[in-house]
């Protein structure tokens, strides 16, 4: 069985780091897609960013309003993709799903995590 | 950048209703990348529908897809209590393929 699981949730202050944490099971890992997904406070799904670990070099994508914000990594070792940040803001406030992408041609986030909520206040 | 719009933004409807959510890409789009996903509140978003038609495994039938081009569909043939939720559409041609803004459906 597919399952992705992620890390529980958080409180930081602002420029706090963290790192959350998304496990994938059930499948090999190296040869899905992960990607990042932001839901603000009764807001809508946008993206992060994705990352294919690969068998050797991985390949990682950022959504332009993440760019530079966020750094996407992962443990092929541990079958777990990470999302981090080096001084959160406030803004960063919200939950964020991993999923798995299926690369088929008929290309689909078929497996999501339960989400990490992460609470950024003073 | 292609981009995905919900109509309507959202919906009150009875149970056992006939309820259909339009997605309108921006350009056109290969029906084989627009995705479907219903997100109940508190949970994690789940994939409905994928390549505009076919129902993900588990999905009740009453659920269908549809639509070409700019224009897709999604269909509830008669609205169960547990069918309450916000659903997206997602154009997956590229590997951060844009989701639409989200319809919630709510109980009349």
């Known amino acids: 069985e597919v399952q992705l699981v992620q890390s529980g949730p958080e409180v930081k202050k602002p420029g706090e780091s963290l790192k959350i944490s998304c496990k994938g099971s059930?499948?090999?890992?190296?040869?899905?897609?992960i990607g990042w997904v932001r839901q603000m406070p009764g807001k809508g799904l946008e993206w992060v960013g994705i990352?294919?670990?690969?068998?050797?070099?991985?390949?990682?994508r950022y959504s332009p309003s993440f760019q530079g914000q966020v750094t996407i990594s992962a443990d092929k070792s541990m079958s777990t993709a990470y999302l981090q940040w080096t001084s959160l803001k406030t803004s960063d406030t919200a939950i964020y799903y991993c999923a798995r992408r299926t690369d088929s041609g008929r290309d689909r986030l078929d497996y999501w995590g339960q989400g990490t909520l992460v609470t950024v206040s003073s | 950048d292609i981009q995905m719009t919900q109509s309507p933004s959202s919906l009150s409807a009875s149970v056992g209703d006939r309820v259909t959510i339009t997605c309108r890409a921006s350009q056109t789009i290969a029906s084989y990348f627009l995705n479907w996903y219903q997100q109940k509140p508190g949970k994690a978003p789940n994939l409905l529908i994928y390549?505009?038609?076919t129902l993900q495994s588990g999905v009740p039938s009453r659920f269908s897809g549809s639509g070409s081009g700019t224009e897709f569909t999604l269909t509830i043939s008669s609205l169960q209590p547990e069918d309450f939720a916000t659903y997206y559409c997602?154009?997956?041609?590229?590997?951060?393929?844009?989701f639409g803004q989200g319809t919630k459906l709510e109980i009349k």
């Open positions: 997602q154009n997956s041609y590229s590997t951060l393929g844009p």
């Open positions: 390549a505009a038609s």
């Open positions: 990352i294919y670990p690969g068998d050797f070099d991985s390949e990682t």
């Open positions: 059930g499948y090999t890992f190296s040869n899905y897609w």
